[in-house]
């Protein structure tokens, strides 16, 4: 048949489209949807696509935070019963950096460690009346191979306990004060 619509979908500012008639199925549009992008150099060094039904599903090759920086949208033209979305410029979503940390917290006399709840617990028991300098340190690596990227390091939670027991109702979690207690965005390359 003659054709009587284009669905056109547009990765990071390249479009690729496919043109349909009314006994095309919404099926047929997101395999050939698919088909466009791996056949378009530009989008397929961006994103993995697959179809299932009439869907077409985008994964970014670009892996971690810098993959969600990649935008997509969907139209068609004229309006002939496919619906497409988002039909908005919108950021892909999802993408986490990859990497290791190796976190210690440390104080000082009078304070000791308590080790029965085994190791990386930290907690340390301060004698009433007493005051200790402690300290928090982490070492991040980016471990994604080939993708640098921007992380932060940050003290969100302290628990205290207030009693000589560890058990749930001996302790606060302290989460107000720490605001200032981040390193902001630094870049690791790979």
């Given at each position: 048949g003659t054709?009587?619509?284009?669905?056109?979908?547009?990765?990071?500012?390249?479009?690729?489209?496919?043109?349909?008639?009314?006994?095309?199925?919404?099926?047929?549009?997101?395999?050939q949807i698919v088909t466009a992008i791996e056949n378009n150099a530009t989008t397929t060094a961006l994103v993995a696509a697959t179809s299932s039904g009439g869907t077409v599903n985008l994964t970014a090759r670009i892996a971690g935070y810098n993959g969600n920086s990649i935008t997509y949208s969907a139209t068609t033209t004229p309006d002939t019963g496919i619906t497409v979305s988002p039909t908005a410029n919108t950021n892909m979503t999802g993408g986490l950096n990859t990497q290791s940390t190796s976190t210690t917290w440390t104080c000082n006399s009078p304070a000791v460690e308590d080790t029965s709840k085994g190791a990386g617990h930290y907690l340390w028991r301060i004698p009433s009346g007493s005051t200790a300098n402690c300290t928090f340190s982490t070492l991040l690596t980016n471990t994604n191979s080939g993708y640098p990227g921007y992380f932060s390091v940050a003290l969100y939670k302290v628990k205290w306990f207030t009693a000589a027991t560890d058990t749930a109702d001996s302790f606060i979690e302290q989460t107000w004060g720490l605001t200032n207690i981040n390193t902001g965005d630094f870049y690791l390359g790979d």
């Open positions: 054709a009587t619509g284009t669905a056109t979908v547009t990765i990071n500012g390249t479009e690729v489209s496919y043109a349909y008639t009314t006994s095309t199925t919404a099926t047929t549009v997101a395999s």
